[in-house]
């Protein structure tokens, strides 16, 4: 996938934790620890579904932030390099969309059919869930037209038949 698709999604081509002075931090406080707290998110959340992945979404919590829990099982696939790359990549997504997420608990159940993603793919997925979920507010666009002004009007034109240009 080309550098600037995934530059949309919080990744920047090139870079990586162990290239920059300061490493990337994914603290405690921004986790779903304890048995206790994923307990309380199960019974509590509502639910948003895609192919790959169950988004549960608590928003009653105690937490002032965001907070991200993974449950990857070996159903996913039997291989943990596989289980890992997709806590990696669900991870990082989330820290770097961490400082526009509403506070509230966000627990990831991933399916079998994540193993066969890329990562980008993944991120997307995920992402999608978050603005589904409204963890992640819309971006507001920063034009003066409405968003959908372009859909309703119709082209240019478009009662004249196209000329061929020869």
Do not use: W
Request: proline fraction near 5%; charge should be positive; glycine fraction near 6%.
């Amino acid at each position: 996938m080309a550098g600037s698709d995934l530059a949309g999604l919080g990744f920047v081509p090139g870079s990586s934790a162990m290239s920059n002075s300061a490493p990337a931090r994914f603290p405690k406080t921004v986790r779903v620890r304890s048995r206790v707290q994923y307990s309380r998110v199960f019974e509590c959340a509502k639910r948003y579904h895609h192919a790959t992945m169950t988004l549960h979404r608590a928003t009653q919590t105690d937490a002032d932030t965001a907070r991200l829990g993974l449950a990857v099982s070996r159903r996913v696939d039997k291989r943990a390099v596989v289980r890992n790359r997709i806590k990696r990549v669900l991870r990082e997504t989330f820290r770097c969309h961490l400082a526009q997420l509403l506070p509230g608990d966000v627990v990831v159940v991933v399916k079998p059919a994540a193993a066969s993603l890329g990562n980008a793919a993944l991120a997307q997925a995920f992402l999608s869930l978050l603005l589904r979920s409204g963890a992640l507010p819309q971006a507001k666009s920063s034009g003066t037209m409405p968003a959908d002004f372009y859909l309703s009007q119709p082209k240019a034109g478009a009662d004249q038949p196209e000329k061929s240009i020869r």
